[in-house]
């Protein structure tokens, strides 16, 4: 808004700035207006103001009309009688307006820049026209004048928006977003932690802008449940909403999108919520089911304010019942990430887009003493490992190397990626030498705990921390890469007991190593002899676990592979298939019927009932 142009520019005092700027400030508190910015330049003004844009006529009629009047009010008692007698003289003139007929257009802001941008333009016009800085007494005026973005947005239309239609972006600020948009987040947003994820940001600004008793439902990542940076926002939705439900959606709700979702459907309210109940919803990608009720309340006492939705009432008192003389699993061992091998800018010397294209470190064989076997995600099982034949060359030039301890000697190793229930967690113990990257986890002792790594893959193993597992993790539950990280397994509750206790978990371990590695060599045996016998370059898995087929069931999956027998070749490999069968179905059931004395050892050790193991087995 400026006053009249050329040559009858009316160029503002200082002490005329303050004048004016009080006169509008006025207008704004009566008025009952959000402004985000403001600045008067001389002969101009900047007006920034949270409204919608038809609104904008009336406002700046207001503006100009009641400023106006003021300014010539205020003109004419600071006039002497004789400056008076002459301002008569210029009658004509003085009746001239002090602002244009027309103002300039006003722009409606569209996206979180443009609000950025514009706000900085506003506070630093003065400089770009080479003006002194504002006055403390005027700056004073303008700061309480102008609002923060949360108050400004938040009592829009009649306190808050009826209905907000949104897609959450999924972005981490470690990608996309630069450091002065990420501490303004910080700066403005209780959901901006130490990793800005702006679908959270989102959620907040949601709950922000509606109106008090307004509904809202969102379709979010459901890592969001329990994941450490959404920490606030969780406590946040909890002090600020009433949720009525919570429905996890199996698989991928997007296409192009490789994250699961859940939906949130609740109410803004600032009422205590004592006694409210969540319905949680499971999808099986053709209904919703429902499964059970959470209180609210139940949320707040969480550790971090975590959403475990997937327990009910009795899950969580088993959970309870688990945790009660245990101590945090990683209070006990070391848990780290295995290495990264390649990254961009990372390792020294730096490694380039190329070295992440052609992986210069990974070998077929032994380069050099610094060379060792490389276990990918898929080599690793449970109680053995089944190396593919990669060698990785250890060393700084790697992007993450770790600690070598972590490799070399006794180590547990955890594949990232979770089986289905009751085999979810899968981890071998191993003394080998082994490279592993983060597809896996590492375990490795602590100097001042005598706890043997035997007793805890023992553990880990388990049915019943698989239960705990699926109960108390968002990740569990996944459709597609169902996972553990690396916090949530530091939690797992677990018994520090005696050697002598231990023993008897030891014992049994070293039973399934054993019987592990035989059952391994038996199978890999078989498909090796069957790929050299039909120059089969790769088997499907059907023929990988070929034991659990019939022998007509395995002839014809050599079919698919377009490897017919003939008769005499038939009789000769039935012989064979079965002589080889046999023994590996009796190594599985050796293997299976171990798991389950392991598994009655581990409900003894946390004093299960009976009642209570049929509630974990049945779930």
Known sequence: MGTNPYPNVVYFTEEEDLFITQTIATIVKEEHLNMLAYNICADHIHLLLVCDIDEVPSIMQKIKGKTSFSYKRYYKGLKSLAEKEKEKEQENESKKPLWQQKYSAPKEITSQEQLNNTIDYIQNNRSKHELPEHSNKLNTVINAMCSDVNTAFKDQHNGGFDVVIGNPPYVFARDNISKELKDYYVKNYV????????????????????????????????????????????????????????????????EGVNVETIIILA?????KQKNNSIKVLLSDDKEFRYSHDRKQLDFENNEGFEF????????????????????????????????????????????????????????????????????????????????????????????????????????????????KFPNSIISTYSEDLYLYNRSNIAIVKREEFNISLKYVVAILNSQLMAYYFVKNTAKSVR?????????????????????????????????????????????????????????????????????????????????KKKVKLSLSQEAEWEDYFITEQQKAVALKTQIDQTDKEIDQMVYELYGLTEDEIKIVEAS
């Open 191 to 254: 959901s901006a932690e130490y990793q800005v994820n702006t679908y959270l940001l989102f959620i907040e600004q949601t709950i922000k802008i509606i109106r008090d008793t307004a509904n809202f439902g969102l379709i979010i990542p459901n890592a969001w449940l329990m994941v450490g940076s959404a920490t606030g926002l969780r406590n946040y939705i909890l002090q600020n909403c009433s949720i009525s439900e919570i429905i996890n959606l199996a698989g991928y709700s997007f």
């Open 267 to 271: 109410k803004k309210t600032k009422q």
């Open 308 to 419: 475990k939705v997937f327990s009910d009432e009795t899950s969580v008192e088993l959970t309870k019942k688990l945790k009660e003389g245990s101590k945090n699993l990683n209070d006990l061992v070391l848990i780290k990430a295995g290495l990264q091998a390649y990254e961009k800018n990372k390792g020294e010397p730096k490694q380039t887009v190329e070295d992440v294209k052609n992986r210069p470190f990974d070998y077929t064989y032994k380069f050099d003493k610094n060379t060792h076997k490389y276990l990918e995600g898929k080599d690793v099982g449970r109680y053995f490992t089944n190396w593919s034949g990669q060698y990785l060359q250890y060393g700084k030039q790697l992007a993450a190397p770790r600690t070598f301890n972590l490799f070399n000697g006794e180590k547990i190793i955890i594949l990232e990626i979770t089986g």
């Open 479 to 559: 459709k597609m890469f169902p996972k553990i990280i690396l916090n949530d397994l530091r939690k797992f509750p677990f018994k520090e007991v005696s050697e002598i206790e231990q023993q008897p978990f030891i014992e049994k371990v070293d039973i399934m190593l054993s019987l592990n590695k035989n059952s391994q060599e038996t199978s890999q045996k078989f498909q090796r002899t069957i790929q050299r016998k039909f120059e089969l370059e790769k088997l499907p898995r059907k023929l990988q676990d070929w034991y659990l087929l019939t022998y007509g069931e395995f002839v014809k999956e050599l079919a």
